[in-house]
């Protein structure tokens, strides 16, 4: 497979170190791509549910394929989520074309876009911390029995299903919630002279104008690898949600597993990393 020359890619809720996280596709997608940049935005790696039990091969080398991003001089900025706010702590840190933050602008043409995860608007992350906890261990088990079901669904000739999309689609609150969490956003940008706002947080990926009464937005969200496989990708100017498909990837991965090593993930423990940040106190903002 020949790599795509992409100008700027956008992913976000990625969730590291869960069973839900599709790593082996979005490594897949990372290795297809020549991206001049690339931007994390939040949920990347789940510290929240972080356990040194299971942290699979498949998303170190997802680790490392970013970093190899890294050491070849593109510019990857890595934007904290509610799932990875411990790294909040270190905002601003940069170590070579690795930046990680809380919120970035970018000049897109003569157009100027806000990027952020999103989890600022979530009323529950603000007020009950505990539930919104609680309610992403049940995400991941929900996940887990997705997993069980759509094999005995291909073992029957059957087509794979979304448990968590179909209970999303069928809560209105669940619907309510989206479309609030991107008129909010939308409306904010609007305030602040931004054409474009970028949002990760809900796993809905969209691309489409919002209008109130002060002026009109291009909202976008990225999506997740979890339920959609989806990212963002800005070329030329124009935008467009990728959407992973596993036919596109028939012929054999474009550089073997061993290439993503360099000498900054050689020596990069990860599991030793996240011990230390779940057990740091958190640092107010």
């Known amino acids: 497979m ?9 992913i976000s809720d990625t969730h590291l170190g869960t069973y839900g996280c599709h790593a082996k596709e979005l490594l897949r997608y990372l290795k297809s791509v020549k991206p001049k940049q690339l931007i994390l935005n939040g949920d990347i790696i789940d510290i929240w549910q972080f ?8 998303h170190m080398k997802v680790v490392r394929k970013i970093l ?15 799932h ?8 601003d840190f940069r170590l070579g074309s690795l930046t990680l933050t809380n919120k970035l602008t970018l000049c897109i043409g003569k157009k100027r876009a806000w990027v952020f995860h999103g989890d600022i608007f979530d009323v529950t992350m603000q007020h009950s911390k505990w539930l919104a906890r609680l309610g992403a261990v049940g995400y991941d088990s929900l996940i887990l029995l997705n997993s069980l079901v759509n094999w005995m669904l291909e073992k029957l000739g059957r087509d794979k299903m979304s448990l968590s999309k179909k209970i999303k689609n069928s809560i209105k609150n ?10 909010t956003a939308a409306s904010l940008a609007i305030e602040k002279g ?14 489409k104008q919002i209008e109130t009464e002060l002026g009109t937005v291009t909202y976008l969200n990225s999506g997740d690898w979890v339920e959609n496989l989806t990212a963002l990708e800005c070329h030329r100017g124009k935008w467009r ?10 012929t054999a991965d474009p550089e073997p597993d061993g290439t993503e090593h360099d000498d900054l993930s050689e020596k990069l423990d990860i599991k030793r990393l996240l011990e230390v940040l779940k057990s740091e106190p958190m640092v107010a903002l």
């Open 2 to 10: 020949q790599k795509r020359d992409v100008d700027l890619i956008i």
């Open 51 to 58: 356990s040194k039990r299971y942290w699979p091969e498949s």
């Open 68 to 82: 190899k991003f890294v050491a070849e001089g593109v510019p990857v900025t890595y934007l904290t989520g509610n």
């Open 84 to 91: 990875d706010e411990l790294l909040r702590k270190f905002t």
């Open 174 to 183: 669940a619907i309510k919630f989206i479309n609030d969490f991107e008129v």
């Open 194 to 207: 931004y054409q474009y706002v970028v949002c990760g947080h809900i796993h809905h990926p969209e691309i």
């Open 241 to 250: 949600i990728y959407r992973y498909q596993a036919e596109d990837y028939a």
